[in-house]
């Protein structure tokens, strides 16, 4: 795992939304050969979306040939409604950039199947081969996407209901009306996260340094769902310095260190599939190890966590129809003489 600690939230979104840009640009997408983006919603990632734009303006990049995927949204509210997660992102991000509105992926809290739309959801990831990289945030409570504490770790996107602690932390966009609020939720899984090829997370602010601690210092618990990426082999943590408050000293100067030898020595994180990562510099080649198993492939994709998860999900359950409840008592069950 790595962990970017950078001086403010300002910092921190910078350095995601450049290293976003240049995981774009060095897989040089195609209409045939697109990049995969997961994008989350909340506070966090606006920063982020802000730079992104910005360098998009500037010609920097270009989302022509990008797929994206969005992590959540909430049920029961129409996709026009002002704190919608469809409204939040058009208004951030896709509807200033040249994102082609067919590439865009959201679900749909209004769908009259509910069920279908999880495994639609679910399908139409698997349809383009994987998620390459998945942009999150956390709540107060560690939870990633809307998989809130005590979810599986195999889970897959369905309907989730929502904490308490993270109704209250979403009353600030509701007028502070806990009434307001959304109750349940659309979510991708835990490990629908977790089979991107990367996961990239910012943290900001002290309010969620506990979080942190858990999920960097602690084993993997379900309670706290961000942990699960400890069993990722490509994730990366950024965070500002507030975010970093109740980590140990030893473990904040043991990332800081690791991040300035990797620097100096023109270290890149090397992703898990060849071909999904686009064609590397003659300079950068580099033997590969003997396969031991088929490679994850746009046709294909390989789940990360088959290997690391005692019985993974490798397709979305259906769950059994739950039967009516017929009254019964126990004079019935007493037979006639």
């Known amino acids: 795992m790595r962990l970017i600690i950078r001086d403010d939230p300002a910092a921190a979104s910078k350095f995601i939304a450049n290293y976003i840009i240049d995981r774009i640009n060095t897989f040089n997408p ?25 360098r998009y ?5 270009s989302f022509e040939h990008v797929v994206t995927f969005n992590m959540d949204e909430y049920i029961g509210i129409p996709r026009e409604h002002p704190e919608s997660y469809h409204t939040f992102m058009y208004k951030h991000f896709f509807s200033h950039v040249n994102v082609h509105p067919s590439n865009i992926h959201i679900l749909n809290g209004n769908a009259q199947d509910l069920e279908a739309e999880c495994v639609g959801y679910e399908a139409a990831i698997k349809a383009v081969g994987g998620i390459d990289l998945f942009l999150g945030g956390i709540g107060p409570d560690g939870h990633i996407a809307f998989n809130e504490p005590g979810s599986s770790m195999a889970s897959r996107t369905r309907v989730k ?8 932390a979403n009353s600030r966009f509701f007028d502070n009306d806990l009434e307001k609020v959304p109750k349940m939720a659309l979510t991708v ?6 089979e991107a090829r990367e996961v990239v997370i910012i943290i900001t602010g002290a309010h969620k340094s506990l979080a942190l601690k858990k999920c960097i210092e602690e084993g993997v618990n379900h309670m706290w769902t961000l942990s699960s990426l400890q069993l990722h082999p490509h994730p990366m943590i950024v965070v500002d310095e507030d975010a970093t408050l109740e980590l140990q000293v030893k473990t904040v100067r043991y990332f800081k260190s690791i991040e300035a030898v990797a620097s100096s ?7 898990p599939s060849k071909v999904r990562t686009g064609p590397r510099p003659a300079t950068k080649s580099i033997e590969p190890l003997p396969e031991t198993k088929q490679e994850p492939s746009i046709l294909s994709p390989q789940p990360l966590t088959s290997t690391l998860l005692a019985a993974p999900a490798t397709e979305y359950p259906l769950r059994s129809i739950t039967p009516e409840l017929i009254p019964d008592r126990m004079g019935s069950r007493i037979a006639a003489h």
């Open 161 to 168: 209901t929502l904490a308490y602690d993270t109704i209250i």
């Open 265 to 271: 020595q023109g270290f890149e994180q090397i992703l």
């Open 30 to 54: 195609s209409k045939e050969h697109p990049f995969v983006l997961g994008l989350p919603t909340g506070s966090s990632p606006v920063g982020i979306y802000k730079v992104l734009v910005e």
């Open 189 to 194: 899984g835990v490990q629908t996260v977790l």
């Open 57 to 61: 303006k500037a010609g920097a990049i």
